[in-house]
């Protein structure tokens, strides 16, 4: 029987996080992850996504250290966290803590915005009580185990852009001109040569413009870097790698990192967790 995500949880959910901590990650989909968390104390250290996260607190009390101030989300509650934005995570009480969180791609939710060259929508208050914000987050979190109907997806994509919009009290930095084209270029190359290492010249041909003005635009249209998108598609690959249980230090290599204390240094930097205890959490074996 699949798991329902109730607003309410029953005493049953309690029973549920008494279990080992663990991590529970959905089948991916284009420019979106879900994962379920249920763990104890102090779990992640200080680390940044190039995604926008979005999470629903269904047992205990999610504490985080945001944006210089100490937040707490209780169940009901709704956490925005936005691309680049340093943050921890762990359990405020001894009960131990269980949430779900997706993660969306500013170029995904970009397709919901009413227009192409949108800013991109910030939320200053990064837990917020919005019923109907939950519920459409419910409706892609509610059965892990399963993919998202692609029709539910778009559904779900133009309804998150309308709901972070209309909770924006400011957008996030936009250049005067963002050059769409030339970005969604550069983060195909990206894409396309994320396992080898990049030159800025390379960018600069692609874009047509300086490697500055470029880093500049990218971040405008995507909400992060060129060199730290390059890092998540490293990190994307090397998680489904661990995911399969192949050695962490063959997936050093393949995955473009210099070696293995670089790869464990981005992967904590980019998860609050090293690979070997993320691998641990998610029930794989690796050498």
Known sequence: ???????NPDPGIERLCKKREQFIAAPTSDGIERIEARFYGNMFSPHRHDTYALGITMHGVQTFNYRGAFRA???GNVIILHP????????GTEDGLQYRMLYIEPALLRCGLDH????LPFVDDPVIRDPLLWATLASVLGELDSDVDPLLRDQFVADIAQRLSLHAKAPLKQSRFNASRNMDQVRAFLEDNFDRPVASGELEQV???DRFRLIRHFRARFGTTPYRYLMMRRLQKARALIALGQPLAGIAAETGFA??????RHFRQTYGLTPGRWAGLTGMETN
Request: glycine residues 6%.
């Open 1 to 7: 029987m699949k798991e329902a995500v109730s607003q």
């Open 73 to 75: 989300s209780n169940p």
């Open 84 to 91: 680049d934005e340093l943050h921890d995570g762990g359990a």
């Open 116 to 119: 192409d060259s949108s800013p």
């Open 207 to 209: 874009a047509d413009m």
């Open 259 to 264: 070696d293995q204390s670089h790869f464990n």
